[in-house]
């Protein structure tokens, strides 16, 4: 018996809990490690003479480097499991963020973030947590999604300002050399111990379930049966449904619409005059409440639906950016508040509803590559929104339009969902798209 199973009897709780768990501290990482971006941005621009758009293209190709690798996480996690792509993965984040603290040009940025760190950090993202929580829950999906990504907002809170603190005090090379060191340390054993595929591998059922779920014929009743009620789905099957398309379009929207705020809110609020310290808590305070509300969303989502819940979301999320707006309209500094409350909350309805609305749609055999590529077309807004702030900043000198911008691409994110339907589809049943 594992490790971890003994802990989950000893507790006598789920299996599929103590994933979530790991998932949730890895996520927390994923997304500490690319929101600690807009700090380390800040310094690099006051050291190096390079422009915010080029500099900006840094976290860019990291977002493209994902994209490519998205996919290829998925399906090799489908294939080979989760513990042979995560661990690896691991240890070339933690390398990579190493070796930026030994860089000297913009090219080496390129290369050792751009590239290797984002490689990396792709094996620890959502797409590889999605490909395994959508096989321990069915009914809990959006609870489980919730709680695991809830990591991401955790992640916000302590690696972005303690990166900035570590770089007030020691410079930002030796802060890379300890963001680098708390991957391998924490991450490599957390991943390795207690990583499983699927509930069968341990003789158990989703949702930690006595039995087989609803339409497992009874001559078919050991826990493997239960996802036989998912294999037929192909990519070329469900490359010709609306809902597939549909879901690749939503969270590509709305990514472009928040990367224009995480890279570039810190800078934004230090042109205010806003300290930079204080500018970086502003932004863990948005990963605070991102983390309470994607809890929240997530099992809200199991109750009312996907698509209820995600525009109640996005709605907060386009409150929050128009905040920004007033600030700087106003010069009032005050407008900081609903910012980080409310883009905090319309934040925290993304990823429990990407996760949860695709694997009610498309959960099966080839899940880990479907939600690949739904994180890959993520990765390329990410990009293009890290970006087109910059590029719009360089050519205006004002953040305005970028602002504008990501309200109007969010809300069309929101009708977009509508059109994926989730809510045609149950947890822990078998459907088929006509």
């Known amino acids: 018996m594992s490790a971890g199973k003994r802990i989950a009897d000893f507790l006598g709780v789920y299996y599929g809990w103590i994933i979530v768990i790991v998932a949730m501290i890895s996520m927390a990482f994923w997304y500490g490690v690319r929101s600690s971006f807009s700090v380390f941005y800040v310094a690099l621009l006051e050291e190096f003479p390079w422009s915010r758009g080029e500099s900006a293209g840094v976290q860019s190709l990291a977002l493209i480097t994902y994209t490519v690798m998205s996919p290829i996480v998925g399906g090799l996690i489908d294939r080979y499991g989760p513990r042979r792509v995560i661990v690896p993965g691991v240890f070339v984040l933690g390398l990579g963020l190493i070796l930026c603290s030994f860089m000297k040009t913009l090219t080496q940025f390129y290369i050792l973030y751009g590239i290797v760190a984002g490689a990396g950090i792709s094996c620890i993202a959502i797409v590889a947590f999605s490909a395994i929580l959508a096989h321990w ?14 990591g991401m907002g955790l992640g916000t809170f302590i690696l972005v300002p303690s990166s900035q603190y570590f770089i007030n005090l020691w410079g ?9 060191g708390l991957v391998l340390i924490i ?18 059922y989703p949702d930690g379930s006595p039995g087989p779920g609803p339409g497992v014929g009874k001559d078919r009743d050991a826990p493997e049966a239960q996802e036989t009620m998912d294999r037929e789905w192909t990519l070329k099957k469900a490359s010709k449904t609306l809902s597939f398309w549909a879901l690749l379009a939503f969270p590509f929207l709305a990514f472009i619409g928040t990367f224009i705020i995480h890279v570039h809110n810190v800078k934004f609020l230090v042109d205010q005059g806003i300290d930079k310290m204080t500018a970086a808590f502003v932004y863990a305070m948005i990963g605070v409440i991102s983390s309470v509300f994607r809890i929240i969303w997530g099992g ?32 009032e500094r005050l407008f900081v508040y609903p910012f980080f409350i409310f883009f905090g909350m319309g934040w925290g309805v993304t990823a429990p509803i990407f996760m949860s609305a695709a694997a009610d749609l498309f959960k099966g055999r080839i899940f880990g590559l479907i939600y690949g590529i739904v994180e890959g077309g993520i990765g390329v807004a ?26 109007v691409v969010i809300l069309a994110s929101g009708i977009l969902c509508w059109f994926a339907a989730p809510r045609k589809f149950h947890p822990g049943r078998k459907n088929n798209i006509q």
């Open 300 to 331: 809200l989502s199991d109750r009312i639906g996907r698509e209820f819940t995600y525009f109640m979301g996005i709605m907060c999320a386009c409150l929050g950016i128009f905040s920004l707006i007033l600030i700087e309209m106003s010069g």
């Open 172 to 180: 930002w090379r030796f802060t890379f050399v300890i963001l680098g």
């Open 137 to 150: 829950f069915e009914e809990k999906r959006g609870l489980a999604s919730g709680l695991a990504v809830s």
């Open 382 to 407: 990410g990009a293009l929104g890290a970006w087109i702030a910059g590029f719009i900043f360089d050519k205006t000198q004002s953040y305005h339009w970028a602002f504008v911008l990501a309200i």
């Open 187 to 204: 991450l490599l054993p957390l991943n390795g111990i207690f990583l499983r595929h699927k509930p069968g591998e341990l003789g158990l």
